[in-house]
């Protein structure tokens, strides 16, 4: 993770890579909504489908196993090494993908708050998330390192701030 700052005037909040503990964040979330539809299956079967379905519920606990690897083994590491944010008084920038692309910019006026989210996880972890409210449908941001995050607040918000008129 690579975060650079400069003069007040200029200030600059890079994130080139994500922190290594948000791929463990994302697979603990993955595991557990994993568990809970499981369980949730499992329930279903012995509490009120016929015995004739329970073939039907294995091929769907199959299919979620399949997913639950797909998502820890390539997704949760892709969105590790190839998620970058950008920010400056201008714009935030986030950028995800290697073959697609997708690049989200937010111009700092469309922006209304800048909140600083943190479970006892992510809190264990050393990682919070940035939620940006502004006008328009804005993507949820991965988790980044706690000073990031804090850094980020304190770039965007100040942006965000009602400036006086003489």
């Known amino acids: 993770m690579i975060v650079a700052q400069a003069s007040q005037e200029a200030e600059e909040v890079h994130v080139a890579r994500l922190p290594r503990a ?5 697979a603990m979330r993955s595991t557990g909504g994993f568990l809970g539809f499981v369980g949730l299956i499992e329930v279903a079967r012995r509490q009120w489908l016929p015995e004739s379905w ?4 294995l091929v769907t606990v199959l299919v979620a196993v399949a ?30 993908g290697r073959f697609v692309v ?16 943190q479970g006892p996880v992510m809190r264990m972890l050393g990682l919070k998330r940035i939620a940006i409210r502004g006008i328009g449908t804005l993507p949820e941001i991965p988790p980044v390192s706690a000073s990031v ?18």
């Open 22 to 26: 948000v791929l463990l964040y994302e």
């Open 54 to 57: 329970s073939a039907l519920a």
């Open 67 to 96: 997913v639950l690897v797909v998502d820890l083994a390539v997704l949760n590491p892709r969105l590790v090494r190839w998620t970058k944010i950008q920010a400056s008084r201008d714009q935030f920038l986030l950028t995800t």
């Open 102 to 117: 997708t690049e989200v910019a937010i111009r700092v006026p469309a922006i209304l708050t800048v909140d600083v989210k």
């Open 149 to 166: 995050a804090n850094d980020l607040q304190t770039l965007l918000a100040r942006r965000v701030e009602p400036q006086e008129r003489p």
